[in-house]
C-alpha cells in the first residue's frame, strides 16, 4: 500500500464525470467536510453538513450503528444531493444518511474510496493526503 499524493487524487476530483445537476452537497461530518469542500471548488454549489458518526479517529466502530450528532438544519426536500463521505467500508453511514434525507428529490452518493455512485478510487485503505 503507497500513499496517494494530493495531486494524483486532485486530479480524480477535477475530472470524475456528473451525470447529474446538483442543488447542494451535503457533506458526512467530519470526514466528508474536506471532499465536499474540494468539490464545492468545480461545482460551485451550497454546502451543508450532516453530523453522522459511526467510526473513531482509527476506524474502528464507536457506537453499534451511526447515530445523528446534531439535528439536521437545512432545507433538503426536493432538493437534488450529493452526499459526501470520505471513506465508505459498510456503507452504514451512507445508508443511514439517505434515510434521514429521503424527502430529497434525488440522493447520489460520492465517496473518495469505497462503493458509491460516484467513487474516486475503490481499494484497499489508503491515507488521505490533506490528513495530519
Same mark, same amino acid.
Given at each position: 500500500?503507497?500513499?496517494?499524493t494530493f495531486e494524483?487524487v486532485?486530479?480524480?476530483?477535477?475530472t470524475?464525470p456528473?451525470n447529474?445537476?446538483?442543488d447542494?452537497?451535503?457533506?458526512i461530518?467530519n470526514g466528508?467536510?474536506?471532499p465536499a469542500?474540494?468539490?464545492?471548488?468545480?461545482?460551485d454549489?451550497?454546502?451543508q453538513?450532516?453530523?453522522i458518526?459511526?467510526?473513531? $479517529?482509527?476506524q474502528?466502530? %464507536?457506537?453499534? @450503528?451511526?447515530q +445523528?450528532?446534531?439535528p $439536521?438544519?437545512?432545507?433538503? %426536500?426536493?432538493? @437534488?444531493i450529493l +452526499?459526501v463521505?470520505d471513506?465508505?467500508?459498510?456503507g452504514?453511514?451512507? @445508508?443511514y444518511?439517505?434515510q434521514?434525507l429521503?424527502?430529497?428529490k434525488?440522493?447520489r452518493?460520492?465517496?473518495?474510496?469505497?462503493k458509491?455512485?460516484?467513487a474516486?478510487?475503490?481499494?484497499?485503505?489508503?491515507k488521505?493526503?490533506?490528513?495530519l
Amino acid at each position: 500500500m503507497y500513499d496517494k499524493t494530493f495531486e494524483e487524487v486532485r486530479e480524480r476530483f477535477r475530472t470524475i464525470p456528473f451525470n447529474e445537476e446538483f442543488d447542494m452537497i451535503v457533506a458526512i461530518a467530519n470526514g466528508g467536510i474536506i471532499p465536499a469542500a474540494i468539490l464545492n471548488q468545480r461545482l460551485d454549489i451550497e454546502i451543508q453538513l450532516l453530523k453522522i458518526n459511526l467510526r473513531d $479517529i482509527n476506524q474502528k466502530p %464507536k457506537y453499534d @450503528s451511526p447515530q +445523528l450528532m446534531a439535528p $439536521i438544519d437545512f432545507d433538503y %426536500k426536493g432538493k @437534488s444531493i450529493l +452526499l459526501v463521505e470520505d471513506r465508505v467500508k459498510t456503507g452504514a453511514s451512507l @445508508s443511514y444518511a439517505c434515510q434521514l434525507l429521503a424527502e430529497a428529490k434525488l440522493i447520489r452518493t460520492f465517496a473518495v474510496n469505497g462503493k458509491a455512485d460516484y467513487a474516486l478510487y475503490d481499494e484497499d485503505c489508503f491515507k488521505f493526503p490533506w490528513l495530519l
